[in-house]
Each structure stands twice: as structure tokens, then as C-alpha cells.
Nanobody, 124 residues
Framework: QVQLVESGGGLVQAGGSLRLSCAAS????????MRWYRQAPGKQRELVAH???????NYADSVKGRFTISRGNAENTVSLRMNSLKPEDTAVYYC??????????????????WGQGTQVTVSS
């Protein structure tokens, strides 16, 4: 099973910056898309940003111009640089990835994996 681990969350003052990282591990043949979601208290989970295998990116309007998603230096990693943070950015941020995995004993199969989440709290 492909596993994702997020890191980099924390408490930051409004206007500050954080960088989240996500590392995927497992018998990964190809990651099609990596995404960052977030879920604030009392809110539905929303897609923040994604990056495709080809490097195309998209952002939620609420974070456009402030957040940047990019592939990390290591393979199967993704980062989310968050600048000019606002209190409304407070949420648990989740990394998601889908693609194809190949184990030594099984044929290629699709996967859709989620990390445990990392808390981002922005104080006013």
C-alpha cells in the first residue's frame, strides 16, 4: 500500500509562512496527481492545490497567488509553500496522491492514498 506522510504544520502568526511537505512511499510505479486538501473546523474538506505527473498545477481561488505547490527534490515528494497566511487558512492539511502501484507479486493496480494530516493554525 502506498503511504503518505505530511510534515511542516504548526502555529504561525497572520502574514507568516509555512512549508508543508508530503512524502509517498511504497511500490509506486507512477503518481498521476498529488493534491493538498484542507479541512477547517465546521467546514467541508476542500481541494487547495494539485500537481500532475506532467507538472501542471492548479489552485483554489482562495489561495491563488499565496500558495505554491511543487515537486520536491526527492522522488515522490510534494511541497506546499504557504505565504501571507490568514486565519482562515487554519485547517488540517491532507496530502493525497493517486496513481499506479506495482508490487512484486501483483499486477499493476491503481491507488488513491491519503496522509494523516498536519495541523496549520494561523493566529490573528
Amino acid at each position: 500500500q502506498v503511504q503518505l506522510v505530511e510534515s511542516g504544520g504548526g502555529l504561525v502568526q497572520a502574514g507568516g509562512s509555512l512549508r508543508l511537505s508530503c512524502a509517498a512511499s511504497g511500490h509506486i510505479f507512477r503518481i498521476n496527481t498529488m493534491r493538498w486538501y484542507r479541512q477547517a473546523p465546521g467546514k467541508q474538506r476542500e481541494l487547495v492545490a494539485h500537481i500532475t505527473h506532467g507538472g501542471s498545477t492548479n489552485y483554489a481561488d482562495s489561495v491563488k497567488g499565496r500558495f505554491t505547490i511543487s515537486r520536491g527534490n526527492a522522488e515522490n515528494t510534494v511541497s506546499l509553500r504557504m505565504n501571507s497566511l490568514k486565519p482562515e487558512d487554519t485547517a488540517v492539511y491532507y496530502c493525497n496522491a493517486d496513481g499506479v502501484e506495482v508490487t512484486p507479486t501483483d499486477p499493476p493496480t491503481g491507488f488513491d492514498s491519503w496522509g494523516q494530516g498536519t495541523q496549520v493554525t494561523v493566529s490573528s
